[in-house]
């Protein structure tokens, strides 16, 4: 997309040689078949006692990424890790500029919607790396596509997080994405890309949106089409597009290859609109007590997405299923095993809102 340098004094602080997947390259590729990534770690003088894991760190990053998707897009990775007053990172094609609070620092960015060192401290060192397949190897068209580079590289940062540490950490990471961003979303759409916020001046609405919404909004096509059809999408999508300039509607095609769900109304809704779902969910019981219908109505718009409900049996036992809400009204049968006596909405991984 662009060359770059970085002209700072620096120090090495390691190297090491990643082995990734080999694959064909794409006809107009101008790199062949990679098995290995040479990765350098600099640092300023002040962050290299800081940074004495990054390289063991970035190279597990980089590896889980290539394995992910089935190819390094480029032969050599270096990260410079710079010392600064507020953390943040830019990615271009090779290299990884890493900013490094010092303790010094004056200011304070915890209330920050992207601020996830205390659930994560090595998030924006993931996000930063993913941008070399996401933003670099694969580009983006316009401004309404820009979520393509921030909201996958924001993913792929909490699918490595969850490597890291466990599924557990995906959930709280994607429960608190959506709680950050739910207040702001009459902001604007995914789709309206970097002037998100711009008539209030505001960054946080901006990075609410189009980092963590888009995060969220993955996730959500994650769990409505399954894991199989989600990272086949990806897949296709990289190997369609590296070395290109995408839109959203090459995305939506990519996944809408592998899987009968229809994804026109789903991309729409969440990636072009910016309101949510009213629904009112309902239950009955039918045939004897042998099967359990539980009803999801929507009040105004209608979207596609995954809702979780929680069942809870007279015996005691509880369980949780996850719904894929199509339509208006919406219904899924249930076969009881044993009496059923409430169905309730338990969902932190989706955006909704109850009516009344």
């Given at each position: 997309r662009y060359l770059a340098c970085l002209i700072s004094r620096l120090m090495p602080v390691g190297r090491s040689v990643i082995d990734v997947p080999v694959v064909a390259p794409a006809a107009a590729s101008p790199i062949g078949p990679l098995t290995s990534v040479v990765l350098d770690v600099l640092s300023t003088p002040r962050m290299a006692p800081r940074n004495r894991q990054t390289t063991a760190r970035a190279g597990a990053i980089l590896r889980f990424y290539a394995d992910t998707i089935a190819e390094a897009p480029y032969p050599m990775l270096t990260i410079a890790a710079l010392d600064d007053n507020l953390p943040g990172g830019h990615s271009p094609a090779y290299f990884v500029a890493l900013h490094q609070a010092l303790p010094t620092t004056?200011?304070?960015?915890?209330?920050?919607?992207?601020?996830?060192e205390s659930m994560y401290p090595h998030f924006f060192l993931a996000h930063e790396i993913a941008h070399q397949w996401w933003g670099q190897a694969v580009g983006w068209r316009n401004y309404h596509d820009q979520w393509l580079s921030e909201g996958l590289s924001q993913y792929f940062a909490v699918l490595f997080a969850a490597k890291d540490r466990g599924?557990?950490?995906?959930?709280?990471l994607i429960a608190t994405m959506r709680e950050s961003s739910q207040p702001v979303l009459n902001q604007g759409p995914i789709a309206l890309g970097y002037r998100v916020g711009h008539i209030r001046n505001d960054a946080r609405v901006y990075r609410s949106i189009l980092y963590n919404k888009s995060a969220v909004v993955l996730h959500m096509l994650r769990r409505y089409i399954g894991d199989d059809a989600f990272f086949a999408g990806l897949r296709r999508f990289y190997a369609e597009w590296r070395f290109r300039k995408a839109g959203t509607d090459d995305l939506q095609a990519a996944f809408q290859a592998g899987t009968p769900q229809p994804l026109d109304r789903f991309f729409e809704q969440w990636i072009r609109g910016f309101t949510v779902p009213?629904?009112?969910?309902?239950?009955?019981?039918?045939?004897?007590?042998?099967?359990?219908?539980?009803r999801i109505e929507q009040a105004k718009d209608v979207?596609?997405?995954?809702?979780?409900?929680?069942?809870?049996?007279?015996?005691?036992?509880?369980?949780?299923?996850?719904?894929?809400?199509?339509?208006?009204?919406?219904?899924?049968?249930?076969?009881?095993?044993?009496p059923l006596r409430k169905v309730s909405v338990r969902d932190s991984l989706s955006y909704y809102e109850m009516a009344r």
């Open positions: 004056p200011y304070s960015w915890a209330a920050d919607p992207v601020a996830f599924p557990d950490l995906l959930q709280s009213r629904i009112r969910l309902t239950w009955r019981v039918e045939d004897d007590g042998k099967t359990g219908v539980i979207f596609d997405f995954p809702l979780t409900v929680a069942l809870q049996f007279g015996d005691g036992r509880s369980e949780e299923r996850t719904l894929r809400v199509a339509g208006a009204v919406f219904e899924e049968r249930v076969t009881l095993s044993a």
